[in-house]
Structures are given as C-alpha cells and as structure tokens.
C-alpha cells in the first residue's frame, strides 16, 4: 500500500470495548518496501491532568496485516484519557477515549449508528459525532463495512458515482479482500476522524460477511464461484479482529460476538448477533417452524439468563436486526410499494421480511415472554439494519400489551427510500409515513428519508432517544439537526413524544393522529433527574454556533444548517480542557 505523506500511519487510532477499567487501543503500520518494523511503544495519560498513567511496548503483528492492538489495565472509572503510539521514532495522531463508569453513575449518554456504505455517501455523520463532547462512547450495530462489489448483483442496491468506489471493486471474499476494505475505510478521514474522538463497541450486521448471511451460507454466496462458507466466515471475522479496536469475549471462540457490558447500575447492555448463528431466512410458513432460530441455541441461553440476572436499572439490547413487526396485511398498495423497495417487507409485498425477525417469529415470542416476565420492566431494544428510523412498542400481537420499547436509528449513508425512488429528501415519503403510521398502531415514529447518527440519553427515570440527520452525503458537509426525540418512563414501556408527559399509544385508538411522528401533549414533561458534570475531554473540533433546528415531526423538518450539537438539559457537560501533547437479498445494502 502506498504511503501517505511519509506517515507510518496512514490509518489513524482508535480505541473500543471500554470497561471500568479497561480499554482496547488500536492502530495500523504501513512501512515502506524494504522495511518491517516490529515494535511499537504506546502510552496512555489523563486527559486533564496530562500525567501518565500506563506505557509499554508491544509488537507489531505482521501476521495480522500490520495491525497493533493493546489491551491497556489498570485505569479509573469514568476517566477521560489521550494516547498515541510511536514506532521508528514516529508518533502516531493521538486519540482520546474513555472508560465506563463503575458504580455511581446517574446520567449515561452515547451515539448508536449502522450501516456505513462506503460508495453511497460521505460519512459526515461521523463528522458529526467527532465533534460531539457530550457521549461516553459510539455504539455501532452492525455493517461496520459492505463486502459488496462496485457494479452488484439485481438483488442490492447500487450506488451512484460520487467519486467513492469501492477497494476492491469485486466483493470480498479472501481475507486479502477484506483487509482491503476495511483499510480503504480506515484512510477516510471521518472514520479516523471519530475513532480518534470516541471508543467504540460494536455488534456485527450481514455485510461485514456477506448480504444476508446466516450461519452457513449467505444470499449472494456461491460455493462454487466463492469458495466454501466456512472459510469466507472466518476470514471475514479475522480481518475484522485485526482492523476494529475489540475484545473476545470468550477467547477461544474468536466468531464469538455477543456479550453484555454492565455501566456502574443504572444499565446493562446486551450486544446480540442475529446473523452469523440463525438459520437461513425463509418465508412462509416455513419461518414459523418452532424450531427456528435468529440468536442460535447458545446465545439464546445466555441471553436469556443475562436479562433475568441483571440487576441494572436499565437493561438495553443492542440488537442488529428490528425486532418490531413491520408487516400488516391492511396496507395500502402504495405503501407496500414503498416498504418493499426498503426491505421492511417481502420482496412480492404480501408478506413479512423474514429476514428481520419477522421471520422468527417463533423465538421472538420467547424474547418476548422473558422480557415481559421480568421483575420490572426497564428493556429498551436498540436496532440498525434498516436504513430508516424507527420507534416502536414491542409485542408480539397488535391486541396484547407491549413490554418493551425499540428504536432504530437511520443508517450512516446507505440508501433508503429517496435515494431508492428518486424523489425529492422529505417529500413523496411523507404519505407513506402517515399511512404506515395509522395502520401500524405500534409504531409511533418513522422516517423513510434521512441520514445520520441518534444519541441514546439514560438516568435513572427514563430513556430518551434523538435522532439526528446530517445535511448532505455527496459532499463533505458540516450540516445537521435535531429532527425528532421520543423518550420512555422506567416501569411502562410506552413511548412519549419530547413535550409529552404521557404515551399517545394510551389515548382511544380514534384520538390517534397519523403523522411522522405521534402527536404531542401541551404539557411540558416532567425535567429529568439533572445529571452529575463529565469530567474533562479534550477540546472537540470547532462547529458552527447556529441553534440547531429541532423538529418533533420528522416529515416537518427541514433542510438542516450547520450546528454544534448541544448536550440534553439531563447531560451538562464540562468545559473542554487543553489537550496535553504527548511526544442480502432481503435487505439491499
């Protein structure tokens, strides 16, 4: 790989998996011909005081594509830190990070994101969040990358030609295509851009595999063009441990995903993986086959126990596929129009997209009664895939009550209904919302359109959830805004819109009103518990001081200007302090 501007790191730092008192640190070393470097010192410091906390030296791991990862002990809860790398006498960029908190913890806050097509977008939401100095870390669930060629098969999406093909252009398949992939990810300066500001904690969607992947095969995987499942699956996961910041949660299962994270006691997260260990998707009848499974009997098992032993005040799921029904056999023709070209719905528009959980519905009945069953009920699922945003209320049946919330953030940039129909950002759409929203009662927010990222927001009485959108993806370009918020009451899994006090799902059926979001009450909420002041960071990047526009309607937004994203009332943060320098066939992608 070429050098860029003589820097041995060509694919910036990044940092992830924080715990009280651990966090992983990660970059890359592209020598030049004739030169194999070995080791690589490293060092962490405090963020505020400068003073410096661990050091050492590791190896630089040939035999995995030159990547440098270290698992760094022995720091405090909650802390700001900064950290760089130096090999040959060359620094690396510093980044910062962050551990989670332990104990006493009143007010958590982080960004959740999916779905990062390289060839459709800029990734200015990323952009975004490098700046942000509000949140503890980025939850990513899934799609980190698309193993998709630039010119794909009829069952994806293609991308236009905004000067971002793909490296490779075929789809990746050896673990030589898969470095490649994520290596052109790495050199984009929005990626190195975030990884550099936030850790991040990540789940796995399809295409850091293949389009719909399951456990052994995929939609568009041919053994006889690919080679054997099997082997394509593991290099994918290798390539994966080499290029992201993660930690095995069980060492001697390295296609092991799934794990929980407790965050001192005011919440448990649950990370799922709900591609690489389900059976194959199928239609009906036979996805309601008992048997069927998304999670896999092992992780079924531990999840299981994981929910009914956590005694956190919040237990939040991060779940890679939605798990909200997305099917109504009431729709109108224009809107199963429009869900098919999304893939919230089958392909022919008479029945569910199985390759969601709509297509387990089975065992999502048996998530579902654990939940329900559950001393109190404080599970908040938190889902990608999609490409559109989301907020639902989650039973199986639209006659029972619900017993936990869901929300789903858009995707980073791939594409979703404009972008798919060719009309205009928030315009045809609109309809299609409304309808969707009066005939799916569950649902109480959507928006087909928009990119971005959404912040998560929890104390101890509620979880509030923001969905932000980014102004354009065809350039990089600094604008965004606050398009909705919907928040939910510990002890009653109903959503509430910003302004609220009480669900509108509450309200007789003939109240209801169709709209991108439900309604809004006029009285204000009751003010969250206000939260303790963050420690110290370093100084994000400069953004513009315009006040965001902040709409409780997504169909009424409009088009966002640049902002600097302000924390929630609930979140103040402190002043940022000086850095010290330290030398698938169902789902289109």
């Known amino acids: 790989m070429e050098r860029a501007g003589g820097s041995l790191f060509q694919h910036g730092v990044a940092s992830g998996d924080p715990t009280p008192r651990r966090v992983v640190l990660w970059t890359r070393v592209t020598a030049p011909e004739g030169r194999t470097p070995t080791a690589a010192l490293w060092r962490v410091l405090e963020a505020e005081s400068g003073r410096m906390v661990a050091n050492g030296q590791t190896r630089v791991r040939v035999e995995a594509d030159s990547t440098i990862r270290v698992d760094v002990g022995g720091l405090s809860p909650d802390t700001r830190y900064v950290y760089d790398f130096e090999v040959e006498g060359e620094p690396s960029p510093q980044g910062r990070t962050r551990t989670l908190p332990d104990e006493d913890v009143r007010t958590l806050r982080f960004a959740q994101v999916s779905c990062a097509k390289y060839n459709a977008g800029h990734f200015n939401a990323y952009a975004r969040i490098a700046e942000r100095d509000d949140i503890s870390f980025v939850l990513h669930l899934g799609d980190w990358i698309y193993e998709a060629s630039q010119t794909p098969p009829p069952s994806q999406t293609p991308s236009r030609d905004i000067g971002r093909p793909f490296d490779p252009l075929h789809e990746c398949v050896t673990i030589e295509d898969y470095r490649r992939r994520y290596a052109q990810y790495r050199r984009d300066p929005d990626i190195q851009a975030v990884s550099a500001a936030h850790p991040f904690i990540s789940t796995v969607d ?106 956190a005040r919040w237990r939040l799921v991060g779940n890679p596929s939605v798990m909200a029904r997305t099917w109504n056999d009431g729709l109108p023709d224009f809107v199963r129009t429009a869900l098919v070209k999304v893939k919230l719905i089958d392909s022919d528009g008479t029945g569910p997209d199985f390759d ?20 109190e009920a404080n599970v908040v699922v938190l889902s990608g895939d999609v490409h559109v945003a989301l907020a639902a209320e989650l039973a199986e049946t639209p006659t029972e009550p619900p017993v936990a919330v869901e929300f789903v953030n858009t995707s980073l940039t791939s594409q979703n209904l404009d972008d798919k129909m060719g009309w205009g950002l928030r315009t045809e759409s609109l309809k299609v919302e409304k309808a969707l929203l009066a005939g799916m009662p569950h649902l109480q927010h959507v928006d087909l359109d928009s990119h971005g990222y959404s912040i998560v927001d929890v104390d101890a009485e509620r979880v509030r959830f923001e969905w932000w959108n980014v102004e354009a993806l065809d350039t990089r370009a600094a604008g965004q805004a606050m398009a909705a918020s919907m928040w939910v009451r510990h002890g009653t899994p109903r959503l509430i819109a910003d302004g609220a006090t009480e669900p509108r799902s509450a309200a007789p059926r003939r109240a209801r009103r169709a709209s991108a979001s439900v309604g809004k009450a006029p009285k204000a909420a ?9 420690p110290a960071k370093p100084a994000p990047a400069k953004a513009p001081a315009s006040k965001p526009a902040a709409s409780k309607v997504a169909a009424a937004r409009s088009t966002p200007s640049p902002v600097k994203p302000k924390p929630s009332p609930a979140s103040p943060t402190a002043p940022p302090a000086k850095t010290p320098r330290a030398p698938r066939k169902r789902k289109a992608p």
Request: no cysteine; hydrophobic share 35%; glycine share 6%.
């Open 206 to 311: 399809d295409h850091e595999f293949a389009d719909g992947a399951w456990r052994d095969g995929a939609t568009e995987h041919r053994a006889e063009r690919d080679g054997p499942w099997s082997r394509r699956r593991a290099a994918a996961f290798q390539a994966r441990e080499e290029w992201l910041p993660v930690r095995r949660p069980e060492m001697a299962k390295p296609e092991r995903v799934y794990r929980s994270i407790p965050i001192g006691g005011l919440a448990e997260l649950f990370m799922l993986d709900t591609r690489t260990m389900r059976d194959e998707p199928i239609p009906p009848p036979g996805m309601t086959r008992k048997d069927r499974t998304a999670l896999g009997p092992e992780q079924k098992a531990w999840l299981f126990e994981a929910l009914r032993s956590s005694r």
């Open 356 to 375: 969601q959980w709509d297509g387990y519905p089975v065992e999502r009945r048996e998530v579902l009664d654990v939940i329900g069953k559950l001393p």
């Open 526 to 534: 009751k003010p969250p518990t206000p939260a303790k002041p963050a």
